[in-house]
């Protein structure tokens, strides 16, 4: 049983440190030893660490990340945890409704957001020629207005992770404690919450952890107001001439230290407050009619309208219409844009091959994602439920692989896999669409872990233990007990880290092989180049395909553990 | 415990399956470029003396195609690549794939792939970046090209002495341009004195982001000394100045109205103006700061023949008179072979601020971190 334990633990051990570990390791090693992969050997020191105190620009990188990152994960934790809590108790019209557009803001990436903020609000924007509202523009582009956007856009994360932790429901504590005599408030105070804190805790570390590692908020305002983050100095410390690739790994450095931080608060936490609470008496959650739907349903849809409502429909309209400072006229409208999209460019860098590009991202996600989900849940298990020796190097380089950002990832492959010496073997990745799979997987991975660990952080080793001794295999046990218990989460991990890498803008940007369209490519380079149109267009059907996909795969999950829950009575 | 081994080796071996089939499927759509045979005779180490190939070949004249592995051989660049990779192959057979890239970009990809270089020949604006990358030993040296005589005295002028680049044409990175409907005729800077001492809000690209924008900057810098420079820009975003990442954004802000003046690249400034949009197009007559488009060779390529019948197509006349005539606005610079004229729209003689390559080379890391410093002030 050990044995095989340690190999299964050291399988993905050895995966996660080629793809995630290496990588970041590269980065690092050429902060200390500049040209270590370019064949030249040189001591640079530690001098460069202290730097950033020094440089106004890097000084302020480091503050605005820290400060878009407190104030998006408290704000989105706050939404995310008010909706989680009335989604999971009420059964109302929106809340459908609701669930639909989590996922839709988890896999409309940040970029894709953010541009349609900026449609919406900069200074020739829709607001201001549609509405005249000046305070928006001054609001918006603020540093509590860009902590509003990242909330609205990633509280999703907080929200599924708390929604997840309520399928399984606990009412008996909360009844035993109401016969007592304890108030509904005393109930939520002492039971619930102490119970739903550990999802709490891990939402406002996932919105903390994915906004100061995004770089589509930068990059997509960039062409409006100054605002640097880390993850966009390290992109500029890579784009700019003479290329500064010692202090990219500096900043980088931060960024991972950051992240470490935050990730071993959750932790501690989560040691801190654990209740092994779902055992054989869980039952389902049945949801109750409340007495005011139309309330709940009014109050979600003004809150939907706002989050995705602006965004989304600032690119729609701007994709519908021929100039956009001229608003909804009849004769200002037109769908010439969604006909270039399918209609193919040629010979023009601004307007990249949409249909190719759209294929590419497509095929190259769903590789990714099956492959990351997979690993992600030997990951989860090994950690929860087994005694492996690789478990602190797995422990680390999980922790690890939530503190890499895109950016940072994208500069260590590129180190990592264009040596001579792999040409000869074959594994010269670099500037083949195969890089851009395995850095798929390695930007999924931290969502098929945290989503996972959420999940398997409920259930209790007891059940794990007593098949064991019944002569239950690992492979078994996986099967047969934990995968029916969080195959709902897995389903939706999976989902998950299929929308996100889809539209990863930076690793996109840093590993596309030569004249290699990619969906997130074509967009960045049409809104860069103020070809707002195109950009909207492909932006518009781009999410319409990968929130159809997901939500047939979704159904089609349900549907199938039905048929298997059936065949088992 | 054995079938347990088998299933994670079964993961393994799919994940190394899927990568590999993608690789493959890399490798038939060309763009895997991972050349098995190489010359051999290079090293990686870029400090390396070049081989006694190259100097040979740097004697014998150009076409040795015997030398070349024949493989399809990469152009990194900014405008023109699209359009002139397949005339160039149509008119040599040779293989040719452009790779269009932002100027920064373009430069952070050689720097990224120094250790194993994926290009060949590289084609951009900017001659300051070029002859830093030079002076590492990125760029193979020593060779004259045959067509080097169809330069004119101009542009014999930019020649380096090591030859280690070749001019091509030359632009304006910046030109005075105006909102005509927030700023009268006479108000109007005509000068970078009164562009500086404008009173409403101005602005320029960024010289950390795009290609034009350090020419742009370097020339300023040098034209009134560093320290001065320094003082003036201190000064002007004191009374208003945005900077944007790169000159499209800066176009789009003068039109709505966010800066009444911009330091705006030609290109794009005779755009606004030939589509109708309410902008006018100064050239100031002490000079616009000029921006030397250059081809060099990588020291790496293992198709030197291809590699330098690149470079003759690009001194060619003809070539030069066939990119002055595309539709796009690309077209607005002035060529560098002898008997070619620019585009009429232009102004017809107007001058250019060029600091030395070496100049704009050494200064180039302190200016950059200078301005990008201020710039979140």
């Known amino acids: 049983m050990k044995a095989s334990e340690a190999r299964w633990g050291g399988g993905v051990t050895l995966l996660l440190f080629l793809f995630i570990f290496l990588p970041l390791l590269a980065v690092l090693i050429n902060v200390v030893f500049p040209g270590f992969f370019f064949g030249k050997f040189e001591y640079g020191g530690f001098g460069l660490v202290g730097e950033i105190f020094h440089r106004p620009l890097w000084r302020q990188s480091l503050w605005n990340s820290l400060l878009l990152a407190l104030g998006a994960a408290t704000l989105g934790t706050v939404i995310g945890g008010a909706l989680a809590t009335v989604r999971a108790r009420w059964n109302f019209a929106a809340g459908r409704l609701l669930d639909t557009a989590a996922w839709l803001l988890l896999i409309a990436p940040s970029f894709m957001i953010a541009q349609g903020w900026v449609l919406f609000a900069s200074a020739d924007g829709l607001v201001h020629q549609w509405l005249g509202w000046t305070w928006a523009t001054s609001f918006i582009f603020s540093p509590s207005g860009l902590v509003f956007v990242m909330a609205l856009s990633k509280f999703p994360l907080a929200y599924l992770a708390i929604v997840a932790a309520t399928e399984w429901n606990v009412r008996q504590f909360g009844q035993a404690a109401r016969l007592n005599g304890a108030k509904p408030f005393s109930v939520w105070r002492t039971i619930e919450l102490p119970l739903a804190l550990p999802s709490f805790l891990a939402g406002w570390t996932l919105v903390f952890m994915d906004t100061i590692g995004d770089f589509g908020l930068p990059a997509a305002l960039a062409t409006v107001y100054k605002f640097p983050t880390l993850t966009y100095s390290i992109y500029s410390a890579i784009y700019q001439s003479p290329v500064r690739f010692d202090m990219a790994g500096v900043l980088a450095f931060y960024l991972v230290v950051l992240l470490a931080l935050a990730m071993t608060l959750l932790l501690f936490a989560v040691r801190r407050s654990r209740f092994d609470f779902l055992n054989a008496k869980a039952v389902r959650t049945a949801q109750e009619k409340p007495r005011h739907a139309w309330a709940y349903n009014g109050a979600v849809g003004a809150f939907l309208l706002v989050c995705l409502g602006v965004p989304i429909g600032s690119s729609a309209a701007v994709s519908l219409l021929k100039r956009t400072g001229e608003g909804f006229a009849a004769n200002n409208l037109t769908l010439e844009h969604y006909r270039s999209l399918f209609a193919g460019v040629a010979g023009d860098h601004r307007l990249l091959g949409y249909l190719e590009g759209l294929y590419h991202s497509l095929s190259i996600a769903a590789v990714a994602a099956v492959f990351s989900m997979l690993i992600g849940f030997v990951t989860a298990y090994v950690l929860s439920f087994t005694e492996s020796r690789f478990k602190s190097a797995l422990q680390l380089f999980s922790v690890v692989s939530l503190a890499v950002p895109g950016v940072v990832l994208g500069i260590g492959y590129i180190f990592i896999w264009n040596q001579k010496w792999l040409e000869p073997i074959g594994l010269h990745l670099y500037g083949t669409p195969a890089l851009l799979v395995v850095a798929g997987i390695a930007g999924a991975i931290p969502y098929a872990v945290r989503v996972q660990m959420g999940a398997f952080g409920t259930l209790s080793g007891t059940m794990l233990k007593a098949a064991a001794i019944q002569g239950a295999g690992v492979f078994d046990r996986m099967r047969h007990i934990v995968l029916p218990l969080v195959r709902q989460s897995l389903l939706m991990a999976t989902l998950a880290s299929f929308g996100t890498s889809i539209f990863d803008l930076a690793l996109a940007s840093m590993l596309k092989p030569a004249n290699y369209s990619l969906m997130p490519l074509v967009i960045d380079k049409a809104f860069e180049f103020s070809q707002y149109g195109y950009a909207t267009a492909a932006t518009v059907v781009s999410c319409a395909i990968v929130v159809l996909l997901i939500l047939a795969l979704q159904t089609a999950g349900r549907w199938l553990f039905r048929r298997l829950d059936r065949n088992r009575l | ?377």
């Not at chain 2, 002898?338 to 070496?358: I, Q, T, W, Y």
């Open chain 2, 1 to 377: 415990m054995k079938t347990k081994q088998g299933n994670k080796g079964h993961l393994l071996a799919a994940l190394m399956a899927a990568v590999l089939l993608l690789s493959a499927c890399g490798a038939g759509n060309g763009n895997s470029n991972a050349g098995g045979s190489g010359t051999g005779a290079q090293s990686a180490s870029p400090s390396a003396s070049p081989s006694a190939s190259q100097e040979a070949q740097g004697a014998a004249a150009s076409g040795e195609a015997s030398e070349d592995t024949g493989e399809t051989i990469y152009l990194y660049g900014n405008d023109f690549v699209d359009f002139i990779a397949p005339k160039f192959a149509e008119e040599t057979g040779y293989k040719i794939e452009a790779v269009h890239y932002g100027g920064g970009e373009a430069l952070a990809k050689i720097e990224a792939e120094q250790g194993n270089p994926q290009w060949d020949v590289l084609m951009m604006d900017g001659h300051g970046s070029v002859r830093s990358l030079a002076d590492r030993d990125f760029l193979l040296t020593g060779w004259q090209p045959d067509n080097l005589g169809s330069l004119s005295e101009t542009g014999a002028s930019h020649v380096p002495e090591d030859l280690a680049y070749f001019p091509v044409g030359i632009h304006a990175s910046g030109v005075i341009a105006y909102n005509t409907k927030l700023v009268t005729d006479d108000k109007a800077p005509k000068t970078w004195d009164e562009f500086f001492a404008f009173e409403g809000t101005v602005g320029h690209a960024d010289p950390a982001v795009a290609a034009p924008a350090y020419p742009l900057v370097s020339a300023l810098f040098e034209k009134w000394g560093i320290e001065e420079a320094e003082r003036k820009y201190e000064q002007r975003f004191k009374d208003g100045m945005n900077i944007y990442p790169k000159n499209g954004p800066v176009g789009n802000a003068l039109l709505s109205g966010e800066i009444q003046a911009a330091a705006l690249q030609e290109h794009n400034a005779y755009e606004l103006k030939l589509s109708g949009e309410p902008v006018e197009v100064i050239w100031p007559e002490e000079g616009a700061p000029g921006s030397l488009r250059v081809v060099a060779i990588s020291k790496h390529t293992k198709n030197p023949a291809a590699a330098k019948a690149f470079v003759e197509y690009m001194l060619k006349p003809e070539t030069q008179r066939m990119m002055t005539e595309i539709e796009s606005t690309e077209s607005f610079f002035t060529p560098l072979a002898e008997g070619v004229e620019g585009r009429s729209e232009r102004e017809a003689d107007g001058k250019f601020l060029l600091p030395s390559a070496e100049w704009a080379a050494e200064h180039e890391v302190e200016i950059k971190t200078w301005f990008a410093d201020q710039n979140v002030k």
